[in-house]
């Protein structure tokens, strides 16, 4: 930018939206480091007052206070001074903001900083509409002092004139957009993209005025507030406001509720007097159905297209859990506080009821411990996952960081770590059902944690450790399997009984549960098994031809074979395989190649086949069935001609050839040798 005398020539022209733009990167609030872009600011505006020559006050003397105005304004550079300034109370109205959370005192003094940055931006469009400036730089000045009291309005709670001045300043940078260069479109769609949040907040608000529904919009309000973190400079006010409105939500729906808040999991309801604590688990259910409804948007992390795992989903997710277990952890410290609480009151005064509260207390931490540790194996499950594809993908979690098979056993001892505090939970402990699938779950990864542990085994080329650790794990998963098999036999000779004992009770979560976990443990077995084989494999591949043979190079000697030609001709033909030479003893053994154990393809062999004579000539031959018919009847045998003749004419024979007679003998030989004894 350039400075420019004021004529009638050449108007002021001032960039508004490319110089804070630009200010605000490159001075802190990329980072939201408020303070450093108000010091900032700071400089700025004593720098332009020297240059221009408004420096308030000199060495030695008295302040003077020299205000820009019309008159006293000769170049743009002067109405730099004023934009500076709101920029300067603007951003230390956004530190303030960051700290009344721990202050809350600081909140008049942040109200008082917005109305000083109002008044400076509404300055500048006085100064503007004055002075002889250009189009774009009006409407410019006219949009961030639109947004300015559009800031200080949300903070005093005026929603309505708030919405009025958001909703004309998106509309003036909606102009701009349909008439500006690429980067300019860029700039005013990066404020519109500020605006749009805090319209919605503001619309909020006015439905919960007028006296609708207050929780209807929960999970829109939790939508706008995931958008609004990070979306850029000015929307922290935004984020706190919401987080703001979420608390007051939810402190009405536990206050305004005329029955006592009640907790129930595991077929038992037990009261809830901490209303603290009710608004603390809350925040954490809202906090898990934001992170489900997330998993459903983004989907899988597997690029389908690429192969290769989606990082920001990752990190995104990431987030997410660390937020809800954050969410959880709050709660479980709040119920912690109350079991010491009752058990140091306990032991002062008891009364007929403090055994039963002392339960109850008990309970609810071991129901928001048992969540909390459910979500933790929930993200440490996600984190293995995620680790798996990337060394199956080969893809790195960073530029530096490369991703080790050794993360994997280390993911596994924090889950197995966490199995057994859930199950040393005081509620745990007395249900047979949540007992007996931890124990289940803690079996199963002491198997996933003894598979990958032989997979790091198999890179350093240690068979024999990695198949009994293969062994190991294949032990774990029939023990799983088998307590797997136990409870559902109990469920089913339990299922029609009006009468369940304590701790049975089994959920439809539960029996979906049981499913899944069965599933997963015989997924696991199977692997475990494909795992045992393929290092078996390996292991007798290593050993038979040498360290330098491997996998890859058998694969590309199978690849060469042709079957359509003789595989047998030439040297192979000289030597048979230790298959065809069984009762010789072999020795010498040519360990340069692979040993080829049975020849491949096999050779052909000349297999004796049954004569074709009587298929063909049955149909040509005449049987003496005449004398079938008599010797089967106890009778002797006619002459084989008296018998032939019978045959053809249909008798029952004559005496014309004796048994004796030698035609009888011959003909009647050689069929008695086909069908019969003589």
């Known amino acids: 930018m350039s400075d420019m005398d004021v004529d009638d020539k050449a108007p002021l022209k ?26 900032y600011c700071t400089r700025k505006i004593k720098r332009v007052r020297s240059v221009v020559g408004l ?31 709101a920029e300067r109370a603007w951003s230390y109205a956004m530190q303030l903001k960051a700290e009344s959370a721990a ?49 200080l309005n949300v903070e005093c709670q005026k929603w309505q004139v708030a919405l009025d001045k958001f909703g004309a300043s998106r509309t003036i940078y909606e102009k701009l957009l349909s008439a500006s260069s690429a ?57 706190a406001q919401v987080d703001e409105v979420l608390a007051r939500s939810r402190h009405d729906r536990v206050a305004g509720s005329s029955a006592t808040a009640t907790i129930e999991w595991r077929g038992k309801v037990v009261p809830c007097k901490n209303q603290r604590f009710m608004e603390a688990l809350m925040a954490a259910q809202e906090a898990a159905a934001s992170l489900e409804s997330e998993i459903t948007k983004d989907g899988p992390i597997l690029d ?76 440490n499950q996600f984190l293995a996952e995620a680790t798996t594809i990337r060394l199956t993908t080969a893809t790195a979690i960073s530029d530096k960081k490369q991703p080790k098979p ?16 859930m199950s040393e939970l005081p509620a745990v402990k007395d249900d047979p059902f949540l007992q007996s699938t931890l124990s289940v779950k803690m079996a199963a990864f002491k198997g996933k944690r003894a598979a990958h542990i032989a997979q790091m085994l198999v890179s350093h080329q240690n068979f024999k450790e990695a198949l009994a650790l293969y062994n190991r794990a294949k032990e774990h998963t029939t023990q799983a399997r088998a307590e797997l098999t136990r409870i559902q036999s109990k469920t089913k000779s339990g299922a029609g009984k009006k009468t369940a004992a304590p701790g049975s009770y089994l ?21 475990f098994r494909a795992g045992f084989a393929e290092t078996h494999a390996l292991w007798v591949l290593r050993g038979a031809a040498g360290v330098a043979g491997s996998v890859s190079s058998l694969g590309k000697e199978v690849e060469s074979l042709a079957l359509k030609e003789d595989p047998h001709a030439g040297a192979l033909a000289t030597e048979p395989s230790p298959s065809a030479k069984m009762d010789a003893f072999l020795t010498n053994f040519d360990l340069s190649r692979p040993p080829a154990f049975v020849d491949f393809p096999v050779r052909p062999n000349a297999v004796p086949l049954k ?37 053809l004419s249909g008798q029952k024979g004559s005496p014309a050839n004796p048994p004796g007679s030698p035609a009888a003998s011959s003909i009647g030989g050689f069929l008695s040798g086909l069908w019969s004894r003589k």
Not at 108 to 121: C, D, E, I
Not at 185 to 207: G, K, T, V
Not at 406 to 421: G, P, W
Not at 512 to 522: C, G, I, K, S
Request: proline content about 2%; some cysteine; overall charge negative.
């Open 507 to 527: 959920s439809e979560a539960d029996k979906l549960e049981m499913d899944a976990l069965d599933r997963e443990v015989r997924s696991a077995d199977e692997s």
């Open 55 to 85: 420096t308030q006050g000199e060495k030695k003397k008295k302040f003077l206070k020299k205000p820009i105005t019309s008159e006293s304004v000769k170049s743009s550079r002067h109405l730099e001074i004023v934009l500076y300034e």
């Open 304 to 379: 389908e297209t690429s192969g290769k795992v989606r990082s920001e989903i990752v990190d995104k997710r990431v987030e997410s859990y660390a937020k809800v277990v954050g969410s959880f952890w709050d709660a479980t410290k709040i119920a912690e506080a109350d079991v010491k609480e009752d058990e140091i009151a306990t032991n002062r005064v008891k009364s007929s009821k403090s055994e039963e509260n002392t339960a109850n207390l008990k309970f609810i931490h071991s129901y928001v411990s048992f969540v909390r540790l459910n979500k933790t194996i929930e993200r």
């Open 183 to 239: 980067h300019q479109e860029a700039l005013c769609q990066s404020f519109i993209d500020a605006i749009d949040p805090n319209i919605r907040y503001c619309a909020y608000n006015l439905r919960l005025v007028g006296g609708s529904e207050p929780n209807q919009d929960i999970s829109a309000l939790l939508e706008m507030r995931r958008r609004a973190q990070g979306a850029g400079a000015g929307l922290d006010l935004l984020a």
């Open 103 to 151: 202050s809350p005192r600081k909140r008049f003094h942040l109200v008082k900083r917005l109305q000083r940055a109002s008044q400076n931006a509404n300055s500048l469009a006085a100064l503007c509409q004055e002075l002889e400036t250009d189009d774009r730089t009006n409407l410019e000045v006219q949009a961030y002092s639109l947004l300015m009291g559009g800031y």
């Open 14 to 39: 001032l960039e508004v939206l490319e110089m804070i733009t630009d200010s605000r990167n490159q001075h802190g609030l990329r980072h939201q480091d408020y303070q450093r872009y108000r010091q």
């Open 611 to 647: 004569p074709y004579f009587f298929d063909v000539a049955f149909n040509e031959l005449t049987y003496p069935e005449e004398n079938i018919r008599r010797r089967s009847a106890g009778l002797s045998r006619l002459a084989s001609s008296t018998a032939i003749e019978a045959d």
């Open 406 to 421: 050794f993360d994997l056993v280390r993911v596994d001892d924090i889950i197995l770590q966490t199995l057994k505090e």
